[in-house]
């Protein structure tokens, strides 16, 4: 039910501002996923590049959609044990927009996100592999500063609850990056 209401939602927003000039904008950002684990004592914050693309609806609305993948994470805890993770997410955000001057901008953010873990472990030779597949939801805030018209730097923080992948309990995403309109 959850992944059906997500699209109709979109959906819904672009009928309902289907009069609007919508303006297409894309960027491209550095993201920290710091996990925190329910039981697993473990690394947990994790590199990734980011893309994103959205449009904004009008000054304050704009929806958009981005994608992430950590880089490969090695852990070593004893001498015997190595793990690596990967971590992809694909996260659709609503965005409200508050200008506070006019080049600066305070931001609301709505997420859901799917996420995908992949995780090898090498216990004195014995492989063992686990991919997972979950989801998170959650609320964030940024603030954009416009450097150009089309051109645009931005920060953000969002903390996601996260379900259906084994030991993640939350995400925290840490995203600074650009942002360029069209």
């Known amino acids: 039910m959850k992944k059906l209401s997500l699209p109709f939602l979109f959906a819904l927003a672009l009928i309902s501002n289907a009069n609007a000039e919508v303006k297409p904008y894309a960027g491209v950002a550095y993201q920290l996923n710091h996990i925190d684990y329910k039981s ?3 690394k947990s914050s994790y590199d990734a590049p980011s893309l994103f693309a959205g449009v904004a609806f009008n000054d304050k609305f ?20 190595t793990t690596k993770t990967k971590i992809s997410m694909i996260n659709l955000d609503g965005i409200y927009s508050h200008a506070v001057t006019n080049n600066v901008r305070l931001l609301a953010i709505a997420s859901v996100a799917d996420i995908y873990v992949a995780t090898k472990t090498d216990a004195n030779g014995t492989i063992s592999k686990n991919k997972d597949r979950g989801h998170g939801y959650g609320l ?6 416009g450097l150009t018209k089309n051109v645009a730097f931005r920060v953000s923080a969002k903390a996601l609850k996260t379900e259906g992948v084994s030991n993640m309990d939350y995400a925290y995403i840490y ?3 650009f942002k360029f309109g069209f």
Request: glycine share 16%.
């Open 175 to 177: 995203n600074a990056g």
């Open 140 to 145: 964030g805030l940024g603030i954009e500063a």
């Open 62 to 81: 704009s929806a958009e959609v981005g994608y992430s993948r950590s880089l490969s994470d090695k852990n070593g805890y004893p001498a015997n044990l």
């Open 40 to 42: 697993v004592s473990a």
